[in-house]
């Protein structure tokens, strides 16, 4: 089938390991980093927030009340899911390229205006915060389809998993930039001005500067996504867009051959014979099709379910984690430390878990994805997110005893790490691979949002529900949706060692394709002769 392979594409597949592959994982990376950064820098500023702007009298530091507190973490989630959606979408109508430099200017923009309110009131801080949260999730959305979509289309079957995966691993950066810009941001203002704790004195322990350190670590998100904008917009459209969506088979030919130095041969024959074989076969088809279900519908099922599943699980972990090392006693209670202490405190508690178990859980996945297969990584994370998560809940009472807290880190560190050696990289990856060329975004786009539906479940369902039902509980409902994420793998295909063309079914297209400009060959060769 590899013979038969449109010359362009083949040369992608077997092409070595180089250094333009390098550059697209930094190029489509970096918006990823930005994503991290953005998403999650939010929780380290929450409880600022609260003291800055909702004062409580002397018994108290301020806090969000719980609906602020949910919408401010929450908002950018709404929009990150339309995003998905939409970009989506859109990167398979108008190309990866040039929807790639839009969601781009957009989290800029917004990263910046989030750190500036219009007026001094609680009420307006939050509106405009929330205002921009939102449209910097739509932003960051787009960011999902289009990186893994560009990365797998961009690299070579031997290493494709490894080079996806790592486009994703940049979040684990991400989370960790986050950390550091509060740590850093904090350390300054406290150095440079003073406060007493809060117990001392509940009005001088919040200074007035500490607004600003909020908004310094919301608006650090738009550098890293303005440094590699100029790179993004010299990154030449997907050879796969080119040939197989918008059949320019001479333009894929020019955009690979400087890419990989290397000179190709322009098929434009073979191209409209492959659009022509697809019309006559029915090939063309579009999502909202019976021809679709029956060939991709549980697949796209499996990675929409995974997912949304992970994701319940994954967030509600990742944004309550300053509330579970209170719990544990992990970080000080707030009213024994200043504002920019709590900040410096919690920025520092989150930079740990995310440099010891996340980070070097996506790069396991990196490393060892076209070795053990999507399946394998992402069956295996599952297991042991539940297994964890109920060594975590059934003896909850005994974590909670002086002397124990060590253990509860470690596990809960470890289901950290399994997550991201398991299926939060491997539901990134799969989905940019199983599906046509013409519906790859869009099919990436709707299992990610399938999976930000999941993140806002588990963002809004765990505020109220550990007030309801308590944190243990919440911790076996986690293991249960762990449990199904293990069930619904079983849908989803592996992908390892095949090009992206033989996965989705679009070789046997390309196949017939052959067949019929032979037929047409031998044809004219006989009227010749004749």
């Known amino acids: 089938m590899a013979k038969e392979q449109l010359k362009v594409l083949n040369a992608l597949d077997v092409a070595k390991t180089q250094w333009y592959h390098f550059t697209a994982i930094v190029i489509a990376g970096m918006g990823f980093f930005t994503d991290a950064y953005d998403l999650f820098c939010i929780s380290l500023v929450t409880k600022l927030l609260g003291r800055v702007y909702y004062f409580e009298g002397n018994n108290k530091p301020g806090s969000l009340p719980q609906n602020v507190s949910a919408a401010i973490n929450g908002v950018a989630f709404c929009g990150t899911l339309a995003g998905q959606l939409f970009f989506g979408w859109l990167g398979d109508k108008m190309g990866r390229k040039r929807v790639y430099g839009m969601t781009l200017m957009l989290m800029v923009i917004c990263s910046l205006a989030s750190g500036l309110s219009f007026g001094k009131d609680p009420k307006t801080v939050v509106a405009t915060l929330c205002f921009f949260r939102f449209w910097l999730g739509f932003g960051i959305g787009g960011d999902y389809p289009l990186s893994a979509t560009i990365m797998s289309e961009y690299a070579n079957k031997k290493t494709r998993g490894a080079f996806i995966a790592a486009v994703f691993a940049m979040q684990g950066f991400g989370i960790l930039a986050g950390g550091a810009v509060a740590i850093i941001v904090s350390s300054a203002f406290k150095a440079m001005y003073p406060a007493p704790a809060f117990d001392v004195n509940p009005i001088l322990s919040t200074v007035p500067q500490a607004d600003y350190v909020w908004r310094i670590i919301l608006m650090f998100g738009a550098l890293p996504a303005l440094l590699t904008y100029y790179w993004r917009m010299k990154m030449p459209e997907t050879a796969r867009y080119t040939a197989l969506v918008a059949k320019n088979a001479k333009q894929a030919a020019a955009d690979m051959s400087k890419v990989l130095q290397v000179d190709i041969e322009a098929e434009q024959e073979k191209v409209q ?65 200043s504002a920019l202490e709590e900040v410096y405190k919690i920025a520092r508690a989150q930079t740990l878990i995310a440099l010891c178990s996340s980070v070097p859980g996506y790069w396991f996945t990196v490393a060892l994805i076209d070795k053990i297969g999507r399946f394998t990584i992402q069956l295996m994370g599952f297991f042991f997110m539940t297994v964890f998560m109920f060594a975590l809940a059934i003896p909850y009472h005994h974590w909670t005893m002086d002397g124990n807290q060590i253990g509860f880190v470690v596990m809960y ?15 990134f990856v799969v989905p940019a ?28 369902g765990f505020l109220y529900a550990q007030n309801g039902i308590g944190v243990r509980n919440v911790l076996l409902l986690l293991g249960v949706a762990n449990f199904f994420g293990m069930m619904f793998t079983f849908l989803v295909p592996e992908s390892k060692g095949k090009s992206l063309e033989e996965i989705s079914g679009e070789a046997e297209e390309e196949t017939s394709a052959n067949r019929e400009s032979a037929l047409e060959a031998g044809l004219q060769v006989q009227t010749v002769s004749a």
């Open 273 to 337: 014979q492959l659009g022509h074989t697809q019309r006559a076969n029915g090939n063309d088809f579009g999502l909202f099709t019976t021809r679709f279900l029956r060939r991709h519908g549980l697949h796209l099922l499996g990675t929409a379910v995974t997912w949304f599943l992970l994701d319940i699980a994954y967030y509600s972990q990742n944004l309550f984690q300053k509330d579970i090392f209170t719990a544990i006693g992990w970080i000080p209670e707030a009213k024994t430390m």
């Open 413 to 427: 560190s470890l289901t950290f790490f399994f997550a991201n050696f398991g299926p939060n990289a491997t539901t």
């Open 433 to 460: 691979e199983i599906f046509p060329a013409r519906l790859r975004s869009t099919c990436h786009g709707i299992s990610a949002a399938a999976g930000k539906a999941g993140a806002m479940v588990g963002a809004f």
